[in-house]
């Protein structure tokens, strides 16, 4: 996992945080300094529970929406831009960078797409 938070930073300097979601717990593998308090161990638990909730549910809409091999999730603030990359139905690998417009989100997926998660 060094490995893949380091091509995650590679993209873009803005990378504020990676973490791995499993099918009990999950781990904080990186998160920028300037915003580490802005995280709390209970935001990371209720996104586990989020992430473990969705996976139930979410299988419908891949399997409605025929697009392909199914990559990940997106999700947009208006400051942040969150992606969420399963590599099981109880794991998965969330990053989150600064939003703008020159967020380099092909490249996100491309390194998602590409790893061994």
Do not use: C
């Not at 099918?23 to 209970?42: C, H, N, P, Q």
């Amino acid at each position: 996992m060094d490995e893949l938070v380091r091509e995650f930073r590679d993209v873009d300097a803005n990378l504020r945080l990676v973490f791995a979601l499993s099918e009990v717990t999950w781990d904080l593998l990186y998160v920028r300094d300037d915003v580490a308090d802005t995280y709390s161990e209970s935001d990371f638990e209720a996104t586990y529970r989020e992430h473990m909730g969705n996976r139930i549910s979410a299988g419908n809409l891949r399997q409605t929406i025929e697009g392909g091999e199914y990559y990940g999730e997106m999700y947009f603030f208006e400051d942040i831009v969150v992606f969420q990359f399963p590599s099981t139905r109880h794991e998965a690998v969330v990053v989150s960078y600064d939003w703008d417009e020159t967020a380099p989100i092909a490249d996100v997926f491309e390194i998602a797409k590409d790893a061994d998660m």
